[in-house]
C-alpha cells in the first residue's frame, strides 16, 4: 500500500490543474500535489479597482487549492478502499 500512496504522489506532482476566475483574467496553475505552477493576469484586468483584483485572484487561489485537494482525496480513497477489510469500518 505505501508504494501505491507513493507512485500516486508522483504521479499528482506531474498533473496539472488549469484555474481560470474573473472570465479569465487571472490563471492559476497548480500540480495535483497542491503546489501552485503558475499564475497569470490579464493585464488590462489591472487596471480594474484594486479591491476586485485582490479579490479575483484570492478566489481563483482558493478554487485551486480546493481542485487540488478534491483531487488527491480522491485519488487517495481510490488506494485505501481496496485496502478496506470488511467489518473494519
Do not use: C, H, W, Y
Not at 23 to 30: F, L, R, S, Y
Amino acid at each position: 500500500m505505501q508504494r501505491q500512496i507513493e507512485d500516486m504522489q508522483k504521479a499528482l506532482e506531474t498533473r496539472e490543474l488549469d484555474i481560470s476566475s474573473g472570465g479569465g483574467a487571472v490563471q492559476v496553475k497548480i500540480s495535483g500535489a497542491g503546489k501552485f505552477l503558475a499564475l497569470k493576469l490579464d493585464p488590462e484586468f489591472l487596471k480594474e479597482e484594486a479591491k476586485l483584483v485582490e479579490e479575483t485572484i484570492l478566489n481563483a487561489v482558493q478554487e485551486a487549492a480546493t481542485k487540488a485537494k478534491e483531487l488527491n482525496d480522491s485519488e487517495m480513497q481510490k488506494i485505501s478502499s481496496a485496502f478496506q477489510m470488511p467489518g473494519m469500518f
